[in-house]
């Protein structure tokens, strides 16, 4: 029996939270790890009955939210990278 996509989508939201708790303490995190799982939590919520449809949206509503929070934290890592090069280049300038 597989897991229901419920269940699926709700780990994934744990597992993206976890890699993006992590990777705001700094610690490199290989976002290409949870490709297969996104891969089945999406088709076991395209495969689930009609009946689970609220269930599964507010579970992806968790898993949006997840996925903003996500992204934001790629975005201010980028942008501090972005700052340290241009401070270390004016810096090599002198």
Not at 32 to 47: F, G, Q, S, T, Y
Not at 49 to 55: E, G, L, N, Q
Not at 59 to 68: F, I, K, V
Not at 74 to 90: E, F, G, I, T
């Amino acid at each position: 029996m597989s897991i229901p996509a419920e269940r699926q989508i709700t780990d994934l939201v744990a597992a993206l939270a976890t890699a993006r708790t992590a990777m705001e303490q700094g610690v490199f995190v290989d976002l290409a790890d949870l490709e297969a799982p996104v891969i089945a939590a999406m088709e076991a919520a395209k495969a689930a009955p009609t009946s689970d449809r609220p269930a599964l949206l507010a579970a992806l509503g968790s898993l949006m939210a997840e996925l903003e929070k996500l992204s934001n934290e790629l975005v201010r890592q980028q942008r501090s990278a972005a700052q340290a090069r241009a401070a270390a280049a004016y810096g090599a300038e002198k």
